[in-house]
């Protein structure tokens, strides 16, 4: 009764300190300690929030933003502005934020090898490439059996050097985000082995769109921005294949339950009235040290749109509130304890109390 008590008690204060909106405008005042719209939905989120932090906006004035990726060796951020056609760099020292490529082919997601090459997906070239120390590039994909890629959207590599991504298709639904033309596969998720062999590994979800592996490697996440608007979950076989799909959470609205116990509409997470019933859903998520899946929630208004936080149970158990959907994010740092979020216009940064699973 006290956890269910304290669960309600969390939820009313995040409504209140709701009502005044927010200013992430550069001379918007301090925030407040701990930061309001990192919330608690079950007690074991706690260890999670670093208590004297804030949500920063580092920067906005964006057209659509996706595709964190964090540099270790060079310690920077990447990300995409798709409709731009540009790919961005944040410079964590002095919060410089500027071009890092134009003409991008209206890139999306992106990572880093372990040698710490950049690797892209292009929409407009409907192709995978990676960007050599040399500056040249290198065409990793742009067919399968022959036919075009539909538009490659979000990518990831396991330790054995082989690139996993997805090919929804978005990028060639018109001109705003890539080039209009027809899809001549199947929406689905792809491996590019080392060799430079290209294997379907499944094409079960509608609209397969972010990806991430567990800690160990032995699960993979697959974010459906289809009508099901789920996560799905894999076992992982040898590195390579993987076995049946299942649903790991349902993102569309509706009622959810926490690790406490407590069930409640999910379109009122933090207590404030906002999307109906099937509104929202994910984009980009990844793994944290612990197993959990910090995924961005966008399209459901305030109170939804940003990051949730589920357990590896499938159990939401936090989300950190933004005022703009969330696309796309990363574990960046030294420490991989920055979590990157890109949203819409604007990109944000919070510090956790964690670690992301991988680099990217």
Same mark, same amino acid.
């Given at each position: *009764?006290?956890?269910?008590?304290?669960?309600?008690?969390?939820?009313?204060?995040?409504?209140?300190?709701?009502?005044?909106?927010?200013?992430?405008?550069?001379?918007? @005042?301090?925030?407040?300690?701990?930061? +309001?719209?990192?919330?608690?939905?079950?007690?074991?989120?706690?260890?999670?929030?670093?208590?004297?932090?804030?949500?920063?906006?580092?920067?906005?004035?964006?057209? $659509?933003?996706?595709?964190?990726?964090?540099?270790?060796?060079?310690?920077?951020?990447?990300? @995409?502005?798709? +409709?731009?056609?540009?790919?961005?760099?944040?410079?964590?020292? /002095?919060?410089?934020?500027?071009?890092?490529?134009?003409?991008?082919?209206?890139?999306?997601?992106?990572?880093?090898?372990?040698?710490?090459?950049?690797?892209?997906?292009?929409?407009?070239?409907?192709?995978? &490439?990676?960007?050599?120390?040399?500056?040249?590039?290198?065409?990793?994909?742009? %067919?399968?059996? #022959?036919?075009?890629?539909?538009?490659?959207?979000?990518?990831?590599?396991?330790?054995?050097?082989?690139?996993?991504?997805?090919?929804? =298709?978005?990028?060639?639904? =018109?001109?705003?985000? #890539?080039?209009?033309?027809?899809?001549?596969?199947?929406?689905? &998720?792809?491996?590019?082995? +080392? @060799?430079?062999?290209?294997?379907?590994?499944?094409?079960?979800?509608?609209?397969?769109?972010?990806?991430?592996?567990?800690?160990?490697?032995?699960?993979?996440?697959?974010? /459906?921005?289809?009508?099901?608007?789920?996560?799905?979950?894999?076992?992982?076989?040898?590195?390579? %294949?993987?076995?049946?799909? %299942?649903?790991?959470?349902? *993102? %569309?609205?509706? $009622?959810?339950?926490?690790?406490?116990?407590?069930?409640?509409?999910? !379109?009122?997470?933090?207590?404030?009235?906002?999307? +109906?019933?099937?509104?929202?859903?994910?984009?980009?998520?990844?793994? !944290?040290?612990?197993?959990?899946?910090?995924?961005?929630?966008?399209?459901? =208004?305030?109170?939804?749109?940003?990051?949730?936080?589920?357990?590896?149970?499938?159990?939401?158990?936090?989300?950190?509130?933004?005022?703009?959907?969330?696309?796309?994010?990363?574990?960046?740092?030294?420490?991989?304890?920055?979590?990157?979020?890109?949203?819409?216009?604007?990109?944000?940064?919070?510090?956790?109390?964690?670690?992301?699973?991988?680099?990217?």
């Amino acid at each position: *009764m006290n956890t269910r008590r304290s669960f309600l008690t969390t939820l009313a204060a995040s409504s209140a300190s709701a009502l005044m909106a927010r200013d992430y405008g550069p001379n918007a @005042s301090p925030s407040l300690y701990p930061d +309001p719209d990192i919330v608690a939905l079950d007690p074991s989120f706690g260890k999670y929030i670093q208590g004297n932090t804030p949500i920063r906006r580092l920067h906005t004035g964006l057209l $659509w933003a996706e595709g964190t990726a964090w540099n270790g060796s060079g310690n920077y951020l990447v990300w @995409s502005d798709i +409709p731009d056609n540009v790919q961005m760099r944040y410079l964590p020292e /002095d919060g410089h934020v500027s071009v890092l490529r134009s003409n991008s082919n209206n890139s999306n997601g992106n990572t880093f090898d372990a040698h710490g090459r950049q690797l892209s997906c292009e929409h407009g070239t409907r192709r995978v &490439v990676r960007y050599e120390l040399d500056g040249k590039v290198t065409v990793l994909a742009d %067919k399968f059996e #022959g036919k075009p890629l539909n538009a490659p959207n979000d990518l990831v590599v396991h330790p054995d050097g082989g690139v996993w991504f997805t090919d929804p =298709g978005y990028g060639s639904l =018109g001109d705003y985000e #890539g080039n209009k033309g027809t899809l001549e596969l199947k929406e689905a &998720v792809y491996r590019i082995d +080392p @060799s430079g062999k290209i294997e379907k590994v499944c094409d079960d979800a509608d609209k397969p769109n972010g990806l991430c592996f567990s800690p160990d490697y032995q699960k993979f996440y697959l974010v /459906d921005t289809g009508k099901p608007g789920n996560i799905l979950v894999y076992d992982v076989a040898d590195g390579k %294949k993987l076995g049946k799909a %299942k649903e790991f959470v349902k *993102m %569309k609205a509706g $009622w959810v339950k926490v690790p406490s116990g407590a069930i409640f509409r999910s !379109d009122k997470l933090s207590g404030i009235a906002a999307p +109906p019933i099937n509104a929202g859903g994910s984009d980009g998520i990844r793994c !944290d040290v612990d197993g959990n899946v910090w995924s961005t929630a966008g399209w459901g =208004g305030d109170g939804y749109n940003g990051v949730h936080v589920f357990n590896p149970e499938g159990l939401i158990i936090g989300q950190i509130k933004l005022p703009e959907t969330g696309a796309n994010l990363c574990f960046g740092g030294p420490k991989r304890n920055r979590l990157f979020i890109a949203a819409s216009q604007s990109l944000y940064s919070v510090y956790v109390n964690t670690s992301g699973a991988h680099w990217c």
